[in-house]
């Protein structure tokens, strides 16, 4: 398996005290510029930088428009290998890179345009919107799920089912990742529910296994913030915290920031058919109660999987990871919360 728990620690290093040297930003604006030049381009101005303790991204203004480089940290490194495969893999879905550098966890992207949100603008009456973009990001998972042994070998995270149980069990003994003993942190009454909760999380897993459907990419934070509107499609983008699993577990994010956004509450039936409209693509051999069935399953035992990507997110001292580390214990206990569909 490969997650943050298999992985060396280097929680000592500083990814953003790096990306602040000058050194690695000459090196940096040396292989953009290069690489620009590899399509006759050239970068006119300077670049403008976002910075998040598991990524930097600089917008870098070129003579043909508006392209984007992303710097992640060693948690997240291996997005760059994936958004190479993807384009490959599932053509016009993803943005196809200009140039990674997979070794350093470095790619440039052309600009996507507007954003599902910016589309959207919080219009209730354009919600049905979801209903064409679920099936296509459903298209995009069934198309690389042949290839997900070749996204593991790649270093994308292992969260198929049967590897969740032992990451489980190594995520509740990472005290530091749990925030044990701070305010922000589980208490000993959560911990010990989660410690009990180990066999039914288990038995969840188990049975999605034997759901019949193959694993494959899951984005794992696919919200309207991460899906570019494209012509007649749609593209989508932000993979660093995707990794191989069960694909449905793509419904846990999207439901919840569809529900957010739309202040939709809980059991709206709007969100039973978005729900629907993603499956569809997968009703081949399967009837439509096994696919809901896996799908329950799936968005409940990824709410591990969200809290070891923030895991992942989160590696290094950066001082930064602080604002965001409650993310880790929070999504565990999210584990008794009901299901949104």
């Given at each position: 398996m490969t997650d943050a728990a298999t992985q060396p620690d280097d929680r000592a290093s500083t990814p953003r005290a790096g990306w602040a040297d000058p050194g690695w930003r000459d090196a940096a604006?040396?292989?953009?510029?290069?690489?620009?030049?590899?399509?006759?381009?050239?970068?006119?101005?300077?670049?403008?930088?976002?910075?998040?303790?598991?990524?930097?991204v600089w917008r870098v203004p070129t003579d043909g428009g508006d392209v984007w480089f992303k710097a992640n940290n060693p948690g997240t490194r291996y997005e760059a290998a994936l958004l190479a495969a993807l384009a490959r893999l599932a053509p016009g879905r993803v943005l196809d890179p200009l140039a990674v550098d997979a070794d350093r966890g470095?790619?440039?992207?052309?600009?996507?345009g507007r954003?599902?949100?910016?589309?959207?603008?919080?219009?209730?009456?354009?919600?049905?919107?979801?209903?064409?973009?679920?099936?296509?990001?459903a298209e995009l998972q069934r198309a690389v799920a042949p290839a997900a042994g070749e996204l593991l070998a790649l270093g994308v995270p292992d969260h198929r089912p049967e590897a969740l149980p032992e990451l489980f069990e190594a995520l509740l003994e990472d005290e530091e990742s749990l925030l044990s003993g701070t305010e922000d942190g589980l208490t000993a009454e959560a911990h010990e529910r989660l410690r009990a909760h180990r066999p039914a999380f288990?038995?969840?897993?188990?049975?999605?296994?034997?759901?019949?459907?193959?694993?494959?990419?899951?984005?794992?934070?696919?919200?309207?913030?991460?899906?570019?509107?494209?012509?007649?499609?749609?593209r989508f983008f932000d993979w660093g915290d995707a990794s191989v699993a069960h694909p449905f577990g793509t419904l846990l994010v999207t439901l919840n920031s569809v529900a957010d956004a739309f202040g939709l509450p809980e059991g709206d039936?709007?969100?039973?058919?978005?729900?629907?409209?993603?499956?569809?693509?997968?009703?081949?051999?399967?009837?439509?109660?096994t696919l809901?069935?896996?799908?329950?399953?799936?968005?409940?035992?990824?709410r591990v999987s969200?809290?070891?990507?923030?895991?992942?997110?989160?590696?290094?001292?950066?001082p930064g990871r602080a604002e965001y580390a409650a993310a880790v214990p929070g999504w565990l206990q999210e584990l008794f919360a009901p299901d949104p569909v």
């Amino acid at each position: 398996m490969t997650d943050a728990a298999t992985q060396p620690d280097d929680r000592a290093s500083t990814p953003r005290a790096g990306w602040a040297d000058p050194g690695w930003r000459d090196a940096a604006l040396d292989w953009i510029g290069e690489r620009l030049g590899r399509h006759g381009r050239r970068i006119v101005g300077p670049v403008e930088p976002r910075v998040r303790p598991w990524s930097l991204v600089w917008r870098v203004p070129t003579d043909g428009g508006d392209v984007w480089f992303k710097a992640n940290n060693p948690g997240t490194r291996y997005e760059a290998a994936l958004l190479a495969a993807l384009a490959r893999l599932a053509p016009g879905r993803v943005l196809d890179p200009l140039a990674v550098d997979a070794d350093r966890g470095w790619s440039l992207l052309p600009d996507g345009g507007r954003t599902l949100r910016d589309a959207l603008g919080g219009d209730r009456s354009l919600l049905a919107r979801w209903e064409q973009v679920l099936p296509e990001y459903a298209e995009l998972q069934r198309a690389v799920a042949p290839a997900a042994g070749e996204l593991l070998a790649l270093g994308v995270p292992d969260h198929r089912p049967e590897a969740l149980p032992e990451l489980f069990e190594a995520l509740l003994e990472d005290e530091e990742s749990l925030l044990s003993g701070t305010e922000d942190g589980l208490t000993a009454e959560a911990h010990e529910r989660l410690r009990a909760h180990r066999p039914a999380f288990a038995e969840d897993c188990r049975r999605l296994a034997g759901s019949g459907v193959a694993p494959t990419v899951q984005h794992d934070d696919l919200h309207d913030g991460n899906v570019f509107v494209a012509g007649a499609g749609y593209r989508f983008f932000d993979w660093g915290d995707a990794s191989v699993a069960h694909p449905f577990g793509t419904l846990l994010v999207t439901l919840n920031s569809v529900a957010d956004a739309f202040g939709l509450p809980e059991g709206d039936p709007a969100l039973a058919r978005l729900r629907d409209a993603y499956l569809e693509p997968w009703s081949e051999g399967h009837d439509p109660a096994t696919l809901r069935e896996a799908a329950r399953l799936a968005v409940r035992v990824t709410r591990v999987s969200r809290a070891l990507s923030w895991r992942r997110a989160l590696r290094g001292a950066d001082p930064g990871r602080a604002e965001y580390a409650a993310a880790v214990p929070g999504w565990l206990q999210e584990l008794f919360a009901p299901d949104p569909v």
